[in-house]
C-alpha cells in the first residue's frame, strides 16, 4: 500500500476521524458510489464520540468505518489542533446537499431510508423542487429495528434492486451507525448515516444561523428546539468528552510530531481502489 493510498485521519479521543477538505469526502464517497462499493460514511459529533467511548460496539464501527466525517465543531477544533492545519466541518446536511448535487452531474441514484412516512413525505416534496433531476431510487421507513441488529434480507433486495449508489440513513446515533455496519458488504451502496438531517431538511426542525453553527453553539440551539430529548444526552456526553479531549491536547503538548500521512488532491488514487487509513495518534 503506497502512501498515496491513504486518507488521512486524525485521531480525537481514541477515534479516527476523516481529515480532508469537505469536496474531497464528497469526491470519496461519489467515487466509491459509481463503483457500486458497499461503504459506511459516519457523520460524527461530540455524543456520537463520547458515546463510543463507553459503547465497544459502536467503538467497534467508528474504528472500522470507511469513513468518519467531522460534524460537530469541537471535532473540527480538535483536528485543526492536533494536526496543525485547517479543517473543514462535515455536517450531515451539508454533506447531503452536496451528495444530491453531485450525484446528479454523476448520473448516480440516491435511497432514503428510515426515519417516518410523514417526514419522507414532506422530504420528498423539498427534493423535487431543490433536485428536479435528481433520480430517487426509493424512500422507505423502517420497521422498528431491534438491537443487536438482524439483518433483514428483503431490504437488502430493496436497496440493492433500486440500484441505487448511495444511501442516506435517518435512525439516530448509535442505531444507525450499527446498522450500517451489521449490513456492510450485503447493501452494495455507499451508507451514510445522517440522523437528524431528514427532519431537518423536511422542515419540521429549523437549522441554526451561520454565525451560531460557526461558534459551535449548534448544540445549544437545538436544545431550545428539544429541551426533553436533548438535556439528558448533552449532560451525559459534553462533559466527558471535555475532559477526555483536555486531556489529549495536554498530552500532545511539547511530544515529537507524528508523521502524517496526506492524499495528493489531484491524483485522488481512493477513487480507483478502497483506500486504508493512516491515523495520526497524538
Known amino acids: 500500500m503506497t502512501v498515496a493510498n491513504y486518507i488521512p485521519a486524525q485521531n480525537v479521543?481514541?477515534?479516527?476521524?476523516?481529515?480532508?477538505?469537505?469536496?474531497?469526502?464528497?469526491?470519496v464517497v461519489m467515487g466509491w458510489a459509481k463503483k457500486g462499493l458497499s461503504k459506511v460514511v459516519c457523520v460524527a459529533n461530540v455524543h456520537m464520540l463520547t458515546e463510543?467511548?463507553?459503547?465497544s460496539n459502536l467503538a467497534?464501527?467508528?474504528?472500522?468505518?470507511?469513513?468518519?466525517?467531522?460534524?460537530?465543531?469541537?471535532?473540527?477544533?480538535?483536528?485543526?489542533?492536533l494536526r496543525r492545519e485547517q479543517q473543514d466541518r462535515v455536517a450531515g446536511l451539508d454533506l447531503m446537499m452536496a451528495v444530491c448535487h453531485q450525484a446528479i452531474a454523476e448520473d448516480v441514484s440516491v435511497f432514503f431510508l428510515g426515519s417516518e412516512d410523514a417526514v419522507l413525505d414532506r422530504m420528498a416534496t423539498r427534493l423535487k423542487r431543490d433536485f428536479p433531476t435528481l433520480k430517487v431510487a426509493g424512500?422507505?421507513?423502517?420497521?422498528?429495528?431491534?438491537?443487536?441488529?438482524?439483518?433483514?434480507?428483503?431490504?437488502?433486495e430493496m436497496v440493492n434492486d433500486?440500484?441505487?449508489?448511495?444511501?442516506?440513513l435517518s435512525l439516530g446515533c448509535p442505531k444507525q451507525?450499527?446498522?450500517?455496519?451489521?449490513?456492510?458488504?450485503?447493501?452494495?451502496?455507499?451508507?451514510?448515516?445522517?440522523?437528524?438531517?431528514?427532519?431537518?431538511?423536511?422542515?419540521?426542525?429549523?437549522?441554526?444561523?451561520?454565525f451560531v453553527r460557526s461558534a459551535g453553539l449548534e448544540w445549544l440551539y437545538r436544545l431550545v428546539q428539544e429541551p426533553k430529548r436533548l438535556w439528558g444526552r448533552y449532560s451525559e456526553t459534553i462533559?466527558?468528552?471535555?475532559?477526555?479531549?483536555?486531556?489529549?491536547?495536554?498530552?500532545?503538548?511539547?511530544?515529537?510530531?507524528?508523521?502524517?500521512?496526506?492524499?495528493?488532491?489531484?491524483?485522488?488514487?481512493?477513487?480507483?481502489?478502497?483506500?486504508?487509513?493512516?491515523?495520526?495518534?497524538?
Open 60 to 81: 467497534h464501527v467508528l474504528n472500522h468505518a470507511d469513513m468518519v466525517t467531522p460534524d460537530g465543531m469541537p471535532l473540527v477544533w480538535m483536528v485543526q489542533l
Open 52 to 55: 463510543a467511548s463507553w459503547d
Open 13 to 27: 479521543i481514541g477515534f479516527p476521524v476523516t481529515a480532508l477538505p469537505f469536496k474531497e469526502q464528497v469526491d
Open 139 to 156: 424512500m422507505e421507513s423502517l420497521p422498528m429495528i431491534s438491537m443487536p441488529v438482524q439483518v433483514d434480507d428483503s431490504v437488502v
Open 162 to 168: 433500486s440500484g441505487a449508489g448511495i444511501v442516506f
Open 239 to 282: 462533559p466527558p468528552f471535555l475532559w477526555m479531549a483536555l486531556k489529549q491536547v495536554l498530552s500532545s503538548v511539547g511530544r515529537r510530531e507524528a508523521p502524517r500521512m496526506f492524499t495528493p488532491v489531484m491524483s485522488r488514487p481512493w477513487l480507483e481502489a478502497a483506500p486504508s487509513r493512516q491515523v495520526v495518534n497524538r
Open 177 to 210: 451507525e450499527k446498522w450500517m455496519m451489521a449490513y456492510k458488504d450485503r447493501i452494495q451502496a455507499v451508507m451514510l448515516g445522517i440522523g437528524g438531517v431528514f427532519p431537518l431538511y423536511a422542515g419540521i426542525h429549523s437549522r441554526a444561523p451561520q
